[in-house]
């Protein structure tokens, strides 16, 4: 089994600028992509940004040039630079973790429990 820890959500002024944090522990083999998603009141989950084990990334439309991910390879940690925070921005944010772990022939989907995120003045 995995486990995702999130943290660094809060309230933000519009323009103002957050870090979201999130490690993954347990017998955990390999991870192959790591991410971020989220999901405001009435809407779906969406994509915000991925990460892959080589470190290729890709942001939906909305953030690019205002959100940066990356991750620690070594400590299982993946993290979200949010700058330039708008209020459309304010959701649930949650991490996303493509796990091979031992015992398990092929790669699962994790999901941490969800930080919220608001950005108002």
């Known amino acids: 089994q995995v486990q995702l820890v999130e943290s660094g959500g809060g309230l933000v002024q519009p323009g103002g600028s957050l870090r979201l944090s999130c490690a993954a522990s347990?017998?955990?083999?390999?991870?192959?992509?790591s991410g971020w998603y989220r999901q405001a009141p009435g809407k779906q989950r969406e994509l915000v940004a991925v990460?892959?084990?080589?470190?290729?990334?890709n942001y939906a439309d909305s953030v690019k040039g205002r959100f940066t991910i990356s991750r620690d390879n070594a400590k299982n940690w993946v993290y979200l630079q949010m700058n330039s925070l708008k209020p459309e921005d304010t959701a649930v944010y949650y991490c996303?973790?493509?796990?091979?772990?031992?015992?398990?022939?092929?790669?699962?989907?994790?999901w941490g429990q969800g930080t919220q995120v608001t950005v108002s003045s």
């Open positions: 996303n973790f493509n796990v091979r772990t031992a015992g398990v022939p092929r790669a699962v989907d994790y």
């Open positions: 347990g017998s955990i083999l390999m991870i192959y992509t």
């Open positions: 990460i892959t084990i080589g470190g290729s990334t």
